[in-house]
């Protein structure tokens, strides 16, 4: 292998836990993808397009030896998926790769040992989709349109006809490859064209997978570097940009005509039946997870990238303003976000306000909307009568009242509540909005300042407990607090609202506590102390099906990335008192991106038990929560201020770390300390500051 990723992060026979022998990929197209594949040569699996589509084949290559290739080892690399096998007769070596413009191609050298010739064929027969041949060309649709699409695909390969024989003791070098599609928007000689511009490249057959592989990791080279005396950290960096550039699709049609981040590849649907799709997917934008994608992907470079997932994903929003999931043929349901907030944070790094004042009128639209439909008539807290829409099913809270009867899916026992993370995340977009405004010159930001203000105040008058010492969800009728510490009781540290008094401290101390959140894994969903505590899921030792989202327990990524943003900020308002919580929980955090605390399986899902740290479910690659920002704020310091940048590194003893190629308002700047402690921030190569030990450095804009 050629690149440092591929190298980084190579996984052999990497598979999903929930279908043993069903190989992972790791390259995707704009729109082509893989869910997983068959052991076997060419591209046999379970294949999609744009969403999920479960189309079991491209195309194959068949020997005529008929080799079990159960035995076959594989390797998988972001950039490609490496086959190999060998016995007696015949060996093969394989490489498939996806490339950007929805080509999947393979690779092949197979070799003869035996004494006879043998036959290598080329079949293009998915199930349930008539299939078109001219020579050694093919032509497929799927049949019935999903989500207001077909899919086409034009299959080839560099041999005359559909046969190849192979002399005994002779080999050859095969590349055969299909153009995917679209079929309402590209025409079959659209999609066949594209096929034949991929052979007419005139090169040999492994000058294709060299050429995909630096397509594919040349994304990668634009990024800001980190490294530094714990492997564990620089190896979960680029995992982490991996799954960002993994989930990464531009599907071009119907409501996503934009870039769009999808919540993973991965899919909790049945993949035993071509074109049947039975489920839950994340391949789609969904609302819940859109600001966390940003809050790390604010570090890439590409600045007009990001400005089109932002455009994409508020043109998902209602006529009340409200931000929606949405496959290309429809909007799904709303679910709380703290994008403006997110929007605002990469403001911070791009610096342009021309975009911010482009957006702006959707921006307040999404502000205004949230507190008209979900606002209180005597605050503005948020109120919550469906569970859902949080993303936190099941969290206690909501049954309190009803004192967490057994029957957790008996609707009339849920008491709609004004819940402390949606209004927390209004909070951070009312704040975000104001501070764009200003920036954009808009006479209104004063009024959204004010807004701010009075919500902050009303979460701490009203939300918290002086007795137990935390932020409580509250009876959307009488304000009755409802006395279960969730996990989202942090949040008002998280957005700097919660005073900084040694009380309020104490609320922020119990995620380290055993007692409560401290529970094993980092963190638990529910303290240790609710009576619907259960580590492992499942509602009151009762309800639990396979893979269920329950939010009474496990730990789940999505609020271990916010929980530890909310401890490095108090540790950085509080003369760093809790870098050393911050360094033991980023640890135990770190370790949850790897299959079983394996560091050499790169593997991160949805939730895990919130004692043993043990995978509760099978999303590889799973993008719910946010990583590579907390290294470049806690880790390396860096703070992107209207006007300034603060570089305050938390002290969680590293001997030595490198953040570089950081790109703020088109300045270049890097920040290092060396193993002889010298610590230092260059701009654009000049050094602007050298000292001994890590310090507080503040560079202005």
Not at 479 to 502: L, Q, R, S, T
Request: aromatic share 12%; proline share 5%.
């Amino acid at each position: 292998m050629g690149h440092f990723l591929d190298d980084l992060l190579a996984y052999p026979n990497r598979t999903l836990r929930a279908y043993p022998g069903k190989l992972l990929m790791g390259p995707t197209g704009d729109r082509l993808f893989a869910d997983c594949l068959d052991k076997k040569p060419g591209f046999c699996g379970n294949i999609d397009f744009i969403h999920k589509v479960n189309i079991d084949m491209l195309f194959e290559t068949v020997c005529s030896l008929q080799p079990d290739y159960t035995t076959a080892e594989t390797i998988w690399y972001p950039s490609q998926l490496k086959l190999s096998y060998e016995d007696r007769l015949v060996s093969l070596s394989e490489v498939k790769m996806i490339v950007s413009n929805d080509i999947a191609f393979c690779v092949q050298h197979w070799t003869n040992k035996g004494e006879q010739p043998l036959t290598i064929s080329l079949r293009v027969r998915p199930d349930k989709c008539t299939v078109e041949q001219l020579g050694s060309r093919f032509y497929f649709e799927t049949p019935e349109p999903r989500h207001d699409y077909r899919v086409s695909a034009a299959v080839g390969w560099n041999q005359e006809g559909n046969d190849v024989e192979v002399p005994a003791g002779g080999s050859v070098c095969i590349l055969a490859a299909a153009a995917v599609g679209n079929a309402e928007t590209e025409s079959r000689e659209d999609v066949c064209a594209r096929l034949e511009r991929f052979f007419e490249n005139g090169l040999k057959p492994d000058e294709y997978a060299a050429q995909a592989e630096k397509e594919y990791t040349g994304f990668f080279d634009t990024l800001p570097r980190f490294q530094s005396s714990d492997p564990l950290l620089d190896k979960t960096w680029w995992y982490r940009w991996y799954i960002l550039r993994n989930a990464t699709a531009k599907p071009d049609f119907g409501y996503l005509k934009h870039t769009t981040v999808y919540e993973g590849r991965a899919h909790k649907t049945k993949k035993t039946e071509a074109l049947k799709v039975d489920g839950w997917e994340f391949s789609r934008l969904i609302s819940l997870s859109g600001p966390l994608h940003m809050t790390d992907y604010r570090w890439c470079p590409d600045k007009e990238m990001l400005h089109d997932i932002v455009k994409g994903y508020f043109d998902t929003m209602d006529e009340d303003g409200i931000c929606r999931s949405a496959f290309v043929n429809h909007r799904g349901g709303p679910f709380a976000n703290f994008m403006v907030w997110a929007v605002y944070r990469m403001f911070l790094v791009d610096g342009d306000v021309e975009f911010v004042r482009e957006m702006l009128p959707q921006l307040k639209k999404c502000v205004d909307g949230n507190i008209k439909v979900y606002g209180s008539d005597n605050d503005l807290l948020q109120i919550e009568v469906k569970h859902q829409r949080t993303g936190k099913e099941f969290q206690p809270s909501y049954w309190y009242f009803s004192d967490f009867p057994e029957n957790g899916k008996d609707k009339s026992k849920i008491t709609p509540l004004k819940r402390m993370d949606t209004s927390v995340y209004l909070y951070l977009n009312i704040q975000g909005l104001a501070r764009m405004m200003s920036a954009a010159g808009d006479s209104q930001a004063e009024e959204y300042f004010e807004k701010a203000r009075t919500l902050a105040d009303q979460i701490n008058e009203k939300t918290w407990d002086a007795q137990t010492a935390f932020y409580y969800d509250l009876n959307a009728q009488t304000d009755e607090k409802a006395m279960v510490k969730n996990i989202v009781g942090i949040y008002p540290y998280w957005a700097e609202i919660a005073p900084g008094d040694e009380q309020h401290l104490e609320g922020l101390e119990k995620l380290f506590d055993p007692q409560y959140f401290n529970t094993g894994a980092v963190f638990s969903t529910v303290a240790k102390d609710c009576v619907a505590y259960a580590p492992h899921g499942g509602w009151m030792g009762i309800m639990r099906g396979r893979d269920s989202c329950v939010w009474d327990g496990p730990s789940w990524p999505y609020t271990n990335g916010i929980a530890l943003e909310a401890v490095g900020r108090q540790s950085k308002l509080h003369g760093h008192r809790y870098d050393r919580q911050f360094a033991e929980f980023l640890h135990k955090y770190s370790l949850e991106h790897y299959r079983h605390h394996d560091f050499t399986k790169p593997y991160l899902v949805e939730q895990y038990h919130a004692e043993t740290d043990e995978d509760l479910s099978d999303e590889p690659d799973y993008n719910h929560s946010y990583y590579l920002d907390l290294i470049v704020e806690f880790v390396a310091g860096v703070d992107v201020q209207q006007d300034q940048v603060v570089i305050d590194p938390l002290d969680i003893g590293l001997r030595s770390f490198c953040l570089d190629h950081l790109i703020i308002r088109g300045k270049c700047f890097a920040v290092e300390l060396t193993e002889e402690g010298v610590f230092s921030v260059k701009v654009d190569k000049n050094t602007v500051f050298e000292g001994k030990g890590l310090q507080r450095v503040v560079v202005p804009l």
